[in-house]
């Protein structure tokens, strides 16, 4: 049985690459997930339906697995994101004042966006950079010995660019 | 393309040669200081002063002080420099005939250098990770020649059991016999085995994994191919972090050169020898290190563990004979079998051969990647090779293994480093991060923190782990706020002891060794929290008045 694309988008095109790749086989769940959640930024309801049918998984198992991992996010993401990495090292060099700080300045908490779409507050659980703690990623990009000041003075920029 | 020939234009590159390489860390320490632009810079002050024909600048792996980031080596002038930027370029350039540049110099005499053995990281700093070519000249490969063309599978088992060689992901089981195992295994009807590198590094604190994979991808092809040789497999499977995006994208790149070479694929080296990788993305899911929920996980669901036996040696994806070894284990392999198992155990202790890779970090001068002989003391690692406690602060404990080990005192500092002693600590020796904490860290607070960690990672299959750990975190938080009393306490032990005797994995089963080791080595700490209300390092905010 071949599933009907949710819409005329072409990043399905994607999506219907890996699937293919990997012969719509059920097993293949995660990696194509991946795939969704990288061409549409997170994994909306209909996406997984339309992986749900065309892998001939039931859409429980398909929900059961998403909201299984951590990675994958249901939610869209803001324009960018500040993902803290809260692993041992940088907790031990102050990682919960950095976030703190980040959570009063714009006024969010950990997993969620700020009201104008701008900015998506994340916690990692280790980045793999404990040499360079505290460390923060900010749109795909590891800044390394992090101050509170030099976060503030980022996220600034980052946020007043786009006003 | 043969491997010959691809050897012949590595001998002719080198001929045409350049006198000097200018080789530039491009892993991800140094690349979020931004090396690429220091590379870039170089690449230009060498055309600038027109020194192409005997300079190459080179992105190479990690080079070990990440600290010091962005790290420089010059090969010729045998120097490294620390804390390079876009501005010192021209400098270094200009400083090739004649003295290394002063200034930038790091102390490659210091004990973080000279105290180090290397066998996983002999090729970290020195090749490039995205070139065959690089691994090939390093003497890449010829550990699998060699299998291929003079050793019987039976022979490889032979070599690495000799060496001595135990499991790096943590549990140290011997290798050998691991691959023995899935060798002898009973096939099912479809006749396939497979091998699968377990690289969801996911302990907090350690990136040896990461730093392998991006700085010599193709020593863990290699490895894998051995054993998939040695056991008689065909596919492979490499489970790596999705949080890990360079590292995947360097092993892509390890896997097609790979293929395009000949040392993957069908008919490996013209021998009847086939193997094929592909890389699995994990999806954030700290659970999924456990064999069992790895598997799982490769399958396209949820990544829950299950019971053992069967272990997969026997039964493991689809169903199939399957070998799981960490990347560093696979990392060993090549070099055992091209100097043999008795070579490698000579280095180590008696039960423990070899070396590990730790990776430094948390409140110590030098943090990096280090790669030290099994059996050197920790004071040895904390105060000569990552040079001790900055400010003038006092150590007060070092945490290893992760969420599934324990935190070692100041009087244990004189305790070897190898699997039976750090276990008889209440510790592991787990993957390798090794976390120092001096005394403005709450021996309480770090209990928490692992707690909290296990108990979000908790995959919620078994009792246990799912309410055990929600449980003790809940008295935790308790005695970092002030509320808890002595009862509480009891209440936790008892709980500790349960959680670890019942549970189905090894997440939860270790889940109260942090706590448990802290409260063997700080019970002070605990007796503060609940009897004074008081944090001794001011980390917990105590929200509760003191009753009289």
């Known amino acids: ?163 | 393309m043969s491997s010959d020939q691809t050897l012949n234009q590595v001998n002719a590159n080198n001929a045409r040669g350049s006198e000097y390489s200018i080789n530039v860390c491009v892993a991800a320490g140094c690349l979020s200081s931004g090396s690429d632009k220091v590379k870039e810079s170089l690449d230009h002050e060498v055309r600038e002063h027109e020194l192409d024909h005997k300079c190459q600048v080179k992105g190479v792996g990690c080079l070990g002080l990440c600290s010091q980031g962005t790290l420089v080596a010059v090969e010729k002038q045998n120097v490294i420099y620390k804390q390079v930027t876009q501005t010192d370029a021209k400098e270094i350039v200009e400083s090739l005939d004649k003295g290394p540049v002063e200034r930038l110099k790091c102390d490659t005499d210091s004990p973080f250098f000279r105290r180090q053995t290397k066998i996983v990281l002999e090729n970290s700093g020195i090749i490039d990770p995205e070139k065959i070519e690089d691994y090939l000249a390093a003497d890449g490969y010829s550990g699998l020649t060699t299998a291929l063309t003079e050793m019987s599978p039976h022979d490889i088992i032979d070599q690495i059991s000799r060496s001595g060689l135990r499991g790096r992901g943590g549990a140290g089981y011997p290798t050998g016999l691991k691959w023995s195992t899935v060798a002898k295994a009973k096939l099912q009807s479809d006749g396939k085995k497979y091998v699968i590198c377990n690289a969801d590094e996911g302990d907090p604190g350690a990136f040896m994994d990461r730093s392998v994979l991006e700085s010599d991808p193709f020593r863990v092809l290699e490895g894998m191919a051995i054993a998939a040789y040695a056991t008689g497999a065909t596919h492979g499977y490499i489970y790596v972090r999705a949080e890990y995006p360079l590292a995947v994208k360097r092993l892509r790149t390890a896997i097609r050169q790979a293929e395009k070479n000949g040392y993957l694929g069908n008919n490996i080296l013209e021998t009847t020898f086939s193997f094929r990788i592909d890389i699995r993305l994990g999806a954030g899911a700290f659970v999924c290190g456990e064999e069992t929920a790895l598997i799982a996980s490769i399958e396209g669901k949820r990544g829950t563990p299950r019971p053992r036996p069967p272990y997969p040696a026997q039964s493991g994806l689809w169903g199939a004979p399957t070998l799981i070894n960490n990347v560093e284990t696979y990392a060993n392999v090549p070099s055992i079998v091209r100097h043999g198992g008795e070579w490698f155990a000579k280095i180590g202790t008696e039960k423990s051969k070899g070396t590990k890779v730790f990776a430094l970090a948390g409140r110590v001068r030098n943090t990096g990647l280090i790669e030290v002989p099994i059996g050197i003391s920790l004071r040895e690692v904390i105060y000569d090779i990552a040079g001790g406690i900055p400010d003038n602060k006092k150590f007060k404990a070092v945490q290893t293994g992760g969420p599934s080990g324990g935190c070692i005192p100041a009087e244990q500092l004189d305790m070897k480093v190898d699997y039976e002693t750090l276990a008889q600590a209440g510790s592991i020796m787990g993957s390798g991060g090794m976390i120092v904490a001096d005394e403005t860290s709450c021996m309480v607070d770090v209990a928490k923190f692992f707690m909290e960690f296990c108990m979000t990672e908790s995959c919620g299959k078994c009792v246990p782990c799912r309410v055990g750990t929600a449980q003790m975190y809940e008295i935790l938080n308790k005695i970092t706020t002030g509320h808890a009393t002595m009862q509480d306490l009891d209440n936790l032990k008892e709980l500790c002891a349960m959680v670890q005797s019942t549970s189905l994995c090894g997440l939860g089963q270790s889940s109260p060794n942090p706590v448990l080791s802290t409260l063997r080595y700080f019970p002070k700490e605990y007796e503060e929290h609940i009897l004074h209300k008081k944090c001794p390092a001011g980390v917990c905010k105590m929200t509760a008045e003191i009753s009289k």
């Open chain 1, 1 to 163: 049985m071949k599933a009907e694309r949710p819409s005329d988008d072409k990043r399905w095109r994607l999506v219907d690459t890996t699937m293919r790749r990997h012969g719509h086989h059920p097993n293949s769940l995660i990696e194509v997930l991946h795939t969704v959640q990288e061409s549409f930024g997170y994994l909306e309801e209909e996406a997984l339906r339309y992986v749900a049918v065309s892998l001939r998984v039931p859409m429980s198992k398909v929900y059961g697995v998403a909201t299984f991992y951590q990675f994958f996010s249901l939610k869209p993401q803001g324009k960018h994101t500040c993902v803290v990495c809260m692993g041992t090292a940088c907790y031990i060099k102050g990682a919960q004042n950095l976030l703190n700080s980040v959570e009063s300045k714009m006024k969010i908490k950990p997993g969620e966006t700020t009201s104008d779409g701008e900015l998506s507050l994340l916690t990692a659980r280790c980045v793999g950079s404990c040499g360079l703690a505290p460390a923060v990623v900010i749109d795909n990009e590891v800044l390394g010995n992090v101050t509170e000041a030099k976060l503030s003075e980022r996220i600034g920029r980052l946020v007043q660019n786009e006003l």
